[in-house]
């Protein structure tokens, strides 16, 4: 089995102590995250395991909503619901090393109910990806880290089939419906929905396989095809809204994991049903 190796985070028993390492929704960092819960759950301290966890948790969601809805950082942060909250923050720097040094750790301490959303990250680093780019690995903390092969294997697979659903499942919805009953500008709706279809190709072009973001990446769909009739926009919303569900659905399989439904009891049995300690 190939070792991976990473390096080993120092973080001081201050720390870890309940007092500097605050319940979510306080702020903390990946680093403090990893320090807490990897002595918690080699000692099997459960308080400070759990509260970890919903650090951790509190950016992989597991439903789709919650992946759009959350944020991190915001003057709003006392007034917004636990669930749109992110408490800590991610170094753009070496992301594909950053990504993979989480997938390690989810597997570590069984949180695999963050591989989905964390495999679905990691993806949106490569617009081209081969083998050999995974196998190297990235840097995190200063130190190499890299897949183990059963998650590279899984990687690979679930990034071809993302790049697909980039490419085809999602964009797609411009071209469905051709004859929309109650149009009522049919030949200027055609012309929008061609321009949306270049734009988005475009997007998928110059950018990583993101298939949940597109459209997204420009605040909704009304900015991208305003000029649309009512009838047509409805529409094409509600065939977008279930195209991206469709596909949130089906990360957990991609990525040769359990179903939503398994990690979400997994998730359950480690943390609760609330973020908040």
Request: proline share 5%; charged share 20%.
């Amino acid at each position: 089995m190939r070792l991976f190796a990473v390096s080993i985070t120092r973080v001081s028993r201050e720390s870890c102590c309940p007092r500097y390492f605050l319940p979510f929704p306080a702020l903390t960092t990946f680093d403090i995250i990893v320090g807490c819960l990897r002595l918690s759950h080699k000692y099997e301290v459960d308080y400070l395991r759990r509260r970890a966890l919903i650090h951790l948790s509190s950016r992989y969601r597991t439903t789709l909503a919650e992946f759009d809805s959350s944020s991190s950082g915001d003057s709003s942060r006392g007034q917004r619901p636990s669930e749109t909250i992110v408490s800590w923050p991610i170094s753009h720097k070496a992301r594909t090393g950053f990504y993979i040094y989480a997938i390690h750790l989810a597997r570590e301490v069984d949180a695999l109910w963050v591989l989905p959303h964390a495999f679905y990250c990691l993806s949106s680093c490569f617009p081209n990806v081969i083998a050999g780019e995974i196998s190297s690995g990235g840097v995190y903390d200063g130190a190499p880290t890299t897949l183990s092969v059963q998650d590279e294997g899984s990687f690979l697979q679930g990034h071809a089939i993302q790049t697909r659903a980039a490419t085809k499942d999602i964009a797609k919805i411009f071209t469905r419906h051709l004859d929309i009953k109650g149009c009522s500008s049919q030949l200027n709706c055609y012309r929008v929905r061609l321009q949306a279809i270049e734009d988005s190709r475009e997007m998928i072009h110059d950018s990583s396989p993101t298939p949940l973001n597109i459209q997204g990446e420009v605040d909704d769909l009304e900015s991208l095809l305003w000029h649309l009739c009512p009838k047509c926009l409805n529409l094409l919303k509600r065939a977008h809204a279930e195209a991206r569900q469709k596909l949130w659905d089906a990360l957990p399989s991609m990525y040769q994991l359990p179903s939503w439904a398994e990690l979400k009891k997994m998730k359950v049995a480690a943390i609760g049903n609330s973020l908040l300690c």
